[in-house]
């Protein structure tokens, strides 16, 4: 069946360009999640969406950063006037169950990613 | 915030070879997963657990909450084996809702 789809998968951006980053979960998953993941270290985890709802973004670095699941299924991460620190691979991950405790016990299931470069 | 710590930070061993990562963390967790990061970025999730131990083909993983601390082994390892190995975890006092992981294991078995 079909998992977790991301585009663009690469993505080169001038510095101060915004970009919008697009994440397709597996139908029927309630959980969305982006991390993002600089080059060497793990991801770290940005924002959370059960359904259209954005329960937890606190991992945004910025208020340049923006996410939206208006449906419920896909996702847009969206940059604002991007800068060379944002260069990083963005995953997008889904799950079948809402919020704790019960996605606990089900896996996150990962997308591709999107290689993002600001120049 | 959830601490998570990875050891060692890479290794290299020969085919055959019995590797072990271990994981540590530094609060209570409601889960941890054991995920695979091949080079171009996939993720694919291992194992999930949360208590004991699992066991899958040439993979094992075990955890012990007490000590915060949880393994991967792998058994009879080969080349195909080559990947970052990352340990994540599920905090359990209603803090950020996604995972927190390490900075993985980078692995290279060699024939």
């Known amino acids: 069946g079909a998992g977790v789809s991301q585009s663009p998968r690469y993505k080169v951006a001038k510095r101060g360009q915004d970009v919008a980053l697009r994440c397709d979960p597996i139908?029927?998953?309630?959980?969305l999640f982006w991390y993002q993941q600089a080059l060497g270290q793990g991801p770290e985890f940005l924002t959370y969406?059960?359904?259209?709802?954005?329960?937890?973004k606190s991992g945004l670095p910025s208020d340049r950063f923006f996410a939206e699941r208006p449906e419920g299924s896909v996702s847009t991460l969206k940059i604002q006037r991007t800068q060379q620190e944002d260069s990083a691979v963005y995953l997008c991950?889904?799950?079948?169950?809402?919020?704790?405790?019960?996605?606990?016990?089900?896996?996150?299931?990962f997308g591709p990613g999107t290689r993002l470069t600001v120049t | 915030k959830n601490e998570v710590e990875q050891s060692p930070q890479n290794l290299t061993a020969q085919e055959g070879e019995f590797i072990t990562i271990n994981c540590s963390y530094s609060?209570?967790?409601?889960?941890l997963h054991w995920l695979q990061q091949h080079p171009g970025g996939g993720i694919v999730s291992l194992f999930m657990?949360?208590?004991g131990k699992k066991k899958h083909g040439r993979l094992i993983a075990t955890i012990n909450i007490q000590e915060k601390h949880s393994s991967l082994h792998i058994t009879a390892s080969h080349p195909r084996d080559s990947a970052v190995y990352i340990c994540?975890?599920?905090?359990?006092?209603?803090?950020?809702?996604?995972?927190?992981f390490g900075k993985g294991t980078h692995l290279i078995i060699q024939p």
């Open positions: 657990l949360s208590s």
């Open positions: 994540a975890v599920v905090d359990s006092g209603g803090g950020a809702d996604g995972l927190t």
């Open positions: 991950a889904s799950s079948l169950q809402g919020r704790l405790p019960a996605w606990t016990k089900y896996e996150q299931y």
């Open positions: 609060v209570g967790i409601s889960a």
């Open positions: 969406f059960q359904n259209e709802a954005q329960l937890d």
């Open positions: 139908s029927g998953h309630v959980s």
